[in-house]
C-alpha cells in the first residue's frame, strides 16, 4: 500500500485546514467545540433515545443480562491477561507480530493487520456507535438525563459519545447504573456474535472453482521457465482432460524427466464466471520438458496446488468452537502468514477468483462483516476488563461499593478501585512491553 500514506497525509492536512477555518471564525460554536486536535461536533437534541422509553421492562431486562455478561466476561478477560503474562514471563517472545510498537494501536494502515479499507472504516464506526446507542438509550430508560451526543473527528476513523448528566449519574441507584455501563458491551458483543454469524451463512454459500489450480511455481522449475501463469486452472495435460490435482498426478506418474509435456491452462476467473452448463473455452497450451526431482523418479513441473476443496470446508465450519477461535485470531495472522488461504476474509485477495460467489461484491460483503464481528467482540470483551474508564471497571466500582457497605468500609471506595484499575492497567503494559524489555536488558548486558 505505497498509496496509503499519501491519503493520509491528504486526510490530515485537509483536516487542519478546515478545522483552523472553524476555529479562527468561530463557526457554529453552539455545536463544534475542540478538544485538543479533536473536534466534536454535538447536538442537544436527544428526543431519539425517548422513543425507547416505551419498551422500558424490556430494556431493563436486556440491561440486566448485560450486567451478567460484562461480569462473566470480565472475570473471563481477567484470567486470560494473568495467564498470558505468566507464558510471557517464562517465555518472552521476540519484539515482532502483535509486540511491535505500532501494532499496540488500533490505527488502520498504521497497525499491520488491521488494513486501511472502507469495510474496517465502517466496522469500527458501527462499533463505536451501537456502544454508544447502548449507553443512551438506558440513560433514559433509567431516567438519566442526556446532555448531547454527536461526533468526534481526528479520531481514526471517527468516534461517537453520549455525554449523560454527570450529578443525575452519580445520584442512579448502583443496579441502573451499571445496567446503563453494560449496555454498551451487551451491544458489541450481541452485534459481534450476529455478524459471525451471518458471514458464518454467507461462506456457507461459497463454491470452489472446478479443476487443479496452479497456486505456485517452483524457481527455475520447467513451468516457471515455461511463463505457465500463476492462478490457472490446469484443463488438460497432453491432450487428456483433467478435473483434479490427482488426475494431473496419475498422468505424471507415467513419466519420466526429459520427457516433454503440453499443458493447457485457463485462468480461474474466467473458469469462475463461465456458467454451470455449457462448453468451456480451451485455453492457452504451454510446452515444456519435465525435469527431475529428488523426492520422485516421475517426472517433475514444479506446480503447487491451491486446494479450493479444503478451504470451503474450512470456510463452511466456522460454526464450531475452534472455528471462532480462528475468526478472532484471523487479523494477527496477517503478520504470521500461517494461514494464507483464509485472508481473502479481511481483504482483496487474488485467492477470490478460486471460488464462486452467489452475488456480486460478495467478498466486500465478507469483509464487512468479519471485521465488524472482529471489532466488536474485541471492544466487548476488553471494555468488560475491571479498570476504569472502560465500562466493565464502573461496573466493579458498584461491586465493589456495595460490599464495602456491607462491611462498614464505604471511606475505602476509591483507593480499592483505583488499586484494582491500576493492576489491570501493570498487566496489560508488561504484556505488550515485557519482550521489548527483555530486548533492552539483553543489549545492555551485552554492551550493545
Known sequence: MDWLPFVLAIILVLYGVIAWIIRKRKIREDIITFYGPIMAIKTRRIGFF??????????????????????????????????????????????????????????????????????????????????????????????????????????????????????????????????????????NLVLGFACFGILILLLGAVAPVPGPIIYMLQGDSPAYNASVPLGSVIQE??????????????????TKPGDTINLTVLPADVVRDLPASGPEPVGATYTFNLTSAPDRSYGYMGVSYYNADVVVTVLKNFGSAEGFLILSYLPVDILEN?????????????????????????????????????????????NALPMIPFDGGFIMKEGVAGLLRRLGRPQFLDRVTLIISLAIFALIVLIVTIPLIVRLITIMSTGG
Open 338 to 382: 500461517r494461514i494464507p488461504q483464509l485472508h481473502l476474509l479481511l481483504m482483496n485477495s487474488p485467492d477470490e477468483a478460486f471460488f464462486r460467489a452467489p452475488f456480486p461484491l460478495f467478498w466486500g460483503v465478507i469483509h464487512f462483516f468479519f471485521w465488524c464481528g472482529w471489532f466488536n467482540f474485541m471492544v466487548g470483551t476488553f
Open 237 to 254: 495435460v497432453n491432450g487428456q482432460k483433467v478435473a483434479s490435482i490427482s488426475d494431473v498426478s496419475r498422468l505424471l506418474n507415467g
Open 50 to 187: 425517548d422513543r425507547f422509553r416505551s419498551i422500558s421492562t424490556v430494556l431493563r431486562i436486556y440491561g440486566s443480562l448485560g450486567i451478567a455478561m460484562v461480569v462473566i466476561v470480565s472475570v473471563l478477560m481477567t484470567i486470560l491477561v494473568i495467564f498470558s503474562l505468566r507464558l510471557e514471563v517464562a517465555q518472552p517472545p521476540p519484539v515482532q507480530g502483535v509486540f511491535e510498537p505500532r501494532n499496540w494501536f488500533v490505527i488502520p494502515g498504521v497497525n499491520q493487520f488491521i488494513p486501511f479499507t472502507l469495510p474496517v472504516i465502517l466496522a469500527i464506526a458501527i462499533t463505536i456507535a451501537i456502544h454508544e446507542l447502548g449507553h443512551g438509550i438506558l440513560c433514559r430508560v433509567e431516567g438519566i438525563l442526556v446532555k448531547s451526543m454527536g461526533v468526534l473527528l481526528f479520531i481514526i476513523p471517527i468516534g461517537f459519545f453520549v455525554e449523560p448528566d454527570e450529578e443525575e449519574l452519580e445520584r442512579t441507584p448502583p443496579v441502573p447504573k451499571s445496567r446503563m455501563f453494560g449496555a454498551g458491551i451487551a451491544n
